[in-house]
């Protein structure tokens, strides 16, 4: 099983929609076997929280379920998870400073770097911005998603999936 867990601030808006986006990717290619996704805020501010009815909104009008209740990444989450998935600068700056070793730090990957788009660096926060925002970050996660999952399924040898 390969794990893979995304994590921006809070964990409601950013993080919780690509656990989405990547599920029904998965889902789509008959590997839901084979990859899980979770999703983890850097902060705990939000726990036990639904996603941002806003984000939950918009992902919903593209067949995304978020379904995942907020959490604060924590220090097992290095050993449960192979890829740690992260939306921002920021969030990269905070998960590194947990990392106990290399192999920790060799986990954590910023997110748009499987967008194929140069010159996208990160995936904002739409939490303070309108609608645009929240379609915004939709549109770069299913880039970003699509990349990684490709990466994802060349690496662990599942090719033979659709």
């Known amino acids: 099983m390969v794990n893979v867990i995304f994590v921006c601030m809070g964990n409601i808006c950013r993080s ?3 656990e989405a986006v990547m599920t029904k990717l998965i889902s789509d290619k008959g590997l839901s076997d084979k990859i899980k996704c979770d999703s ?5 501010t939000h726990t036990g929280e639904n996603a941002d009815s806003r984000m939950m909104r918009h ?5 995304y379920d978020l379904t ?3 959490r604060q990444f924590k220090m097992d989450d290095f050993d449960k998870f ?3 998935v992260v939306m921002d600068k ?5 998960i590194s400073a947990q990392s106990r070793n290399e192999k920790d730090q060799a986990k954590i990957l910023l ?9 996208l660096n990160e995936v904002p926060d739409p939490y303070y911005g309108g609608a645009a925002g929240f379609e915004n970050v939709l549109d770069i996660l299913e880039k970003s998603c699509n990349g990684l999952l490709a990466e994802v399924i060349k690496k ?3 090719n033979g999936y659709s």
Do not use: E
């Open 40 to 44: 983890a805020g850097t902060i705990a």
């Open 68 to 70: 995942s209740i907020a």
């Open 82 to 84: 192979d890829y740690i």
């Open 59 to 63: 992902a919903s009008k593209r067949g």
């Open 16 to 18: 919780p929609s690509a």
């Open 111 to 119: 997110m748009t770097d499987y967008s194929g788009d140069n010159s």
């Open 90 to 94: 920021y969030n990269y700056r905070d």
């Open 156 to 158: 662990h040898g599942l």
